[in-house]
């Protein structure tokens, strides 16, 4: 790369801003982080006072996911299934159980806080927008904590990583792995391949985008653990299979899935 050598990552797989960043846009990020620290909340979604980065009022109006679900994959479905959904039917996934807490519509944004908080991370970096994302999802956890060995949150392939500065799976993961006692690893999985965009793929198209994209980082085990794999968004539950199937086949003893919001098929 021009410009210096990359920088290396932390014990947490995280870098500083990266060198292809312009000096307009590194300034501009240093200031929203500096603003996000030192004045109180405004709600990312209504713009109103809130001592968090989504207010109450919103986080209501949002669309949660807590009613009829798949089994398996955590589908919404219109009334109690009597079985799994046809798509878990016909092709199971690797992971035993995907659970998402609100669904994510990303061409309905006025109606979607959370998806608008989501955005305002991943593609505006703010960064700390990560704490308050993390702190729902601990409120809201799916799971029995006591049934987890460990979170694994999905990994960014380095040159994603270098772009963002940061892998907002495991900002997300860190108050569920606080307030449960839940020790994350960062370093499990490996992005070993960088995949086009998955934006306006079906679910076909998505899997094959990512075989062979995840692998068992060199020398760690799995060693029978039961492993809850940490993500922003499910839109098909591709990626969260092409993860599950490397610690499946490594061994582990069982794989779910928790992400903060869920993008439901149209």
Same mark, same amino acid.
């Given at each position: ?28 990020? @240093? ?12 709600? @990312? ?5 809130? #001592?968090?980065?989504? *207010? $109450? ?27 799994? *959904? ?5 092709? #199971? ?5 995907? $659970? ?61 990583? +270098? ?19 839940? #020790? ?10 960088? =995949? ?7 679910? +076909? ?9 995840? =692998?068992?980082? #060199? ?19 591709? =990626?969260?299979?092409? *993860? ?8 582990? $003893? ?7 919001? $869920?993008?439901?098929?149209?």
């Amino acid at each position: 790369m021009s410009g210096g050598s990359p920088r290396s990552l932390d014990s947490e797989g995280i870098i500083g801003t990266p060198f292809s960043a312009t000096v307009k846009e590194a300034l501009r990020l @240093v200031t929203r982080s500096v603003l996000d620290r030192l004045f109180p909340w405004t709600c @990312v979604h209504c713009d109103e006072a809130s #001592p968090a980065a989504i *207010c $109450r009022r919103c986080l209501d109006g949002a669309r949660w996911i807590d009613g009829p679900a798949c089994p398996r994959c955590g589908l919404p479905l219109a009334s109690p299934p009597s079985h799994l *959904c046809g798509r878990c039917l016909t092709d #199971p996934p690797s992971f035993q159980r995907l $659970r998402a807490l609100i669904c994510y519509r990303a061409d309905h944004e006025d109606a979607d806080p959370v998806g608008r908080a989501i955005r305002a991370l991943k593609y505006g970096r703010r960064r700390a927008l990560a704490a308050s994302l993390s702190e729902l999802l601990a409120e809201r956890f799916p799971f029995d904590a006591r049934e987890i060995d460990v979170l694994v949150p999905v990994p960014l392939h380095v040159t994603r990583l +270098r772009d963002r500065g940061f892998n907002q799976a495991l900002l997300l993961a860190r108050e569920p792995a606080r307030r449960f006692g839940i #020790p994350i690893d960062a370093g499990m999985l490996e992005r070993v391949r960088a =995949t086009p965009s998955q934006v306006g793929l079906g679910q +076909r198209e998505r899997r094959k985008n990512l075989r062979g994209a995840f =692998t068992l980082r #060199p020398g760690r085990s799995v060693g029978g653990a039961r492993i809850l794999l940490v993500d922003d968004v499910c839109t098909s539950g591709a =990626t969260a299979d092409a *993860c599950a199937s490397v610690l499946v086949a490594a061994g582990a $003893r069982s794989v779910e899935v928790v992400t903060l919001a $869920r993008t439901l098929p149209r």
